[in-house]
């Protein structure tokens, strides 16, 4: 009887370790296909990965402009509804008061490095020849108070104020590439290179702002305190000045053929 019961214990026992060796596991060789199967996803979705993130970068970007917006309006409110003068201050000193503790607003999100520190003409933050972090937006100009004729700059042409129609094309500042503002001509040439936006411009200043930050796009505010994205030759139909031709020669109703544009821009949507 005791031999029946050990026999048939030993015999439980052989079965049990039979059935633990014939359960399923996973072979060297199915980890390295769900090895190989993981990475190959990750190759395909990093590239969306990165593109979302830097989306969400433009609408930091955007929030930014609108932040200002409300800059602008307190700044108006507390001074007549005028602009500053162009040789009083420049804009960020004119408005440092309202700014002051949000300086993260003077940087589109895209940007985190200077040229000299190693970063291309549409990611560089804005520097002085000594060597001044002056934020990533450039101001338009003609929007100043002034009595400046600097530069050929007609009195006319200054907007001065917000009491004008058609302010949803008007634009107030928005990405740049070089110095703290400029003056744009709807008849400026664009740049004929990505890196032309920044350095040594004395003329055909709308290559400040022509930089592509956002993908063939920057980001623009306008004087009703709207922000939206604009087309890189969409520039050249805006309201930069009072007597700004909206239809000039660098505009679909001027006439400008895709050729006329520098090979890097042909892309672009046209306007």
């Not at 026992?13 to 990475?39: C, D, H, M, W, Y």
């Not at 108006?76 to 960020?92: Q, R, T, V």
């Not at 702002?209 to 009703?224: E, T």
């Amino acid at each position: 009887m005791g031999n029946r019961r050990r026999f048939t214990w030993l015999g439980m026992k052989i079965s049990n370790r039979q059935a633990r060796r014939s359960q399923p596991g996973f072979t060297l060789i199915e980890l390295l296909v769900v090895i190989a199967i993981i990475a190959l996803l990750m190759a395909i979705l990093m590239p969306a990965l990165q593109l979302v993130k830097k989306q969400a970068k433009t609408v930091f970007c955007q929030a930014n402009l609108k932040q200002w917006g409300l800059v602008w309006a307190m700044y108006m409110d507390e001074n007549n509804g005028k602009f500053p003068d162009y040789l009083s201050a420049n804009w960020m000193q004119s408005l440092v008061d309202y700014y002051r503790k949000s300086d993260k607003l003077l940087y589109c999100p895209m940007t985190t490095k200077t040229l000299s520190e190693g970063a291309p003409t549409r990611y560089a933050i804005i520097e002085t020849n000594d060597g001044q972090r002056r934020g990533s937006y450039s101001l338009n100009e003609w929007i100043y108070d002034s009595d400046d004729t600097g530069s050929d700059r007609d009195l006319q042409d200054y907007w001065r104020s917000i009491n004008h129609k058609g302010l949803n094309n008007v634009p107030v500042m928005g990405d740049g590439a070089w110095r703290s503002d400029s003056q744009p001509y709807e008849y400026d040439n664009p740049p004929s290179n990505e890196g032309e936006g920044r350095g040594g411009v004395a003329d055909d200043e709308i290559r400040i702002f022509c930089i592509n930050r956002h993908y063939g796009f920057v980001n623009i505010l306008f004087m009703d305190w709207s922000t939206r994205k604009v087309g890189l030759k969409e520039l050249w139909t805006l309201k930069w000045y009072v007597r700004c031709n909206t239809a000039g020669p660098w505009t679909r109703a001027g006439h400008v053929q895709p050729d006329d544009w520098p090979e890097w821009m042909r892309s672009f949507k046209d306007y």
